[in-house]
T-cell receptor, first 114, second 112 residues
């Protein structure tokens, strides 16, 4: 099993460019999450998907869109990148309901917006 | 402001010593989770403690939860250089366990 995978690992964008971060999992997770991690800030939830076909905003959704393409894949799109979106982005998956299950994280995508 | 906040922000100890990290949160929870992050990597789950539990053990880890004080502590006993990492607590803001909030973390350095 590959677990939770993310592509790309690194990306440099210019202000105003768009891109999609891809996340896939082969652990049969119902829920999937996108976080960003800035230095000294811990992780902040951008969007989550409790099940296939549903998405909800987290703490910092502005400037992002998501798509839960199917149970395995959850993508994050930046339509018009800004320097403030320079960060490390993590995708995570989780099985079960009620919060009594751990999240499994991908290795992260390091994004720089110039 | 963040739901979970760890202290200290950074901790440096010698191998073999114990390390204690604390987490405070603001709203009621149904469980609290601790994660570890090695430099440049994703987070790895360590332990989950439910709101009706006061203490939980897993190997060299001991977690306590005080819901009256809205705080938790993570104790790592007999630390090793390999324990060097950042440690985060996480709680859920909703009753469905979906909208997670992580604290800023404690950066632990274990010196050989």
């Amino acid at each position: 099993n590959a677990g939770v995978t993310q592509t790309p690992k690194f990306q440099v964008l210019k202000t105003g460019q768009s891109m999609t971060l891809q996340c896939a999992q082969d652990m049969n997770h119902n829920s999937m999450y996108w976080y960003r991690q800035d230095p000294g800030m811990g992780l902040r939830l951008i969007y989550y998907s409790a099940s296939e076909g549903t998405t909800d905003k987290g703490e910092v959704p502005n400037g992002y869109n998501v798509s839960r393409l199917n149970k395995r894949e959850f993508s994050l799109r930046l339509e018009s990148a800004a320097p403030s979106q320079t960060s490390v982005y993590f995708c995570a998956g989780r099985s079960g309901t009620g919060g009594y299950n751990e999240q499994f994280f991908g290795p992260g995508t390091r994004l720089t917006v110039l | 402001s963040q739901q979970g906040e760890e202290d200290p922000q950074a901790l440096s100890i010698q191998e073999g010593e114990n390390a204690t990290m604390n987490c405070s949160y603001k709203t009621s929870i149904n469980n609290l989770q601790w994660y570890r992050q090695n430099s440049g990597r994703g987070l790895v789950h360590l332990i989950l403690i439910r709101s009706n539990e006061r203490e939980k053990h897993s190997g060299r880890l001991r977690v306590t939860l005080d819901t009256s004080k809205k705080s938790s502590s993570l104790l790592i006993t007999a630390s090793r250089a390999a324990d060097t990492a950042s440690y985060f607590c996480a709680t859920s803001l909703d009753n469905y366990g979906q909208n997670f909030v992580f604290g800023p973390g404690t950066r632990l350095s274990v010196l050989p």
